[in-house]
């Protein structure tokens, strides 16, 4: 089974990235089947939002703000879901992933932001949408709070993303988990899949969730 991504012709050959996972990185056999990869400079966030849509695993992504745009090639023969993730991390190495109760989270080798460590106690939506659910998880007082002792500034809502018609409803309760961990289960909920997580120069971020980013 390809990617949804085409891949581009006339190009030069790709390097190839099959190798095994790393100790780390090992984690229990899959079912899913071996796939052939192959892209050539194309953002890894596009690339991790369709894998997410394709393989309907959820996939987070913490941006390095170091390096906002990662362009990648990649040219991977007979391997599974999770070797394609290890191959597209040996692919712009300043980026690792780890597996956490089914979602894949990959963030910068260098930490990532605490922000999405936060502790959240208790979150609860009932029947609404993901734009509604993102917008009360992004404003409970302990993720307010955090914004505040880190002198983050959440950005404006993207004007595309408020006008989407969402028609699938949501309604969970969560208790003792972190934000990383609600924004998966909303990805989840939602079918999109994939988040995003941004910071910016000017101690503004943005949290995103999209099937095709």
Known sequence: MHL????????????????????????????????????????????LANIAADSKTVIGFEVDPDKPRSPITIDLRDVNFLQIIDGIVKAEPKYRWRENDGSIEVFPVNGGSSLLDTPIQSFQVKDVNRVVALNRLLGLPEVQAMFSSMNLKLRPPNARAEREKDEKKLSFDLSGVTLRQALNRIAADSGTRFWVFRRYPDRTFEISLSCCS
């Open 4 to 47: 949804r991504i085409k891949v581009l012709t006339g190009i030069l050959a790709l390097a190839c990235v099959s190798t095994p996972l790393s100790p780390a990185q090992q984690q229990p056999a899959r079912s899913d089947p071996l796939r052939m990869v192959q892209m050539k400079s194309i953002d890894m966030a596009t690339i």
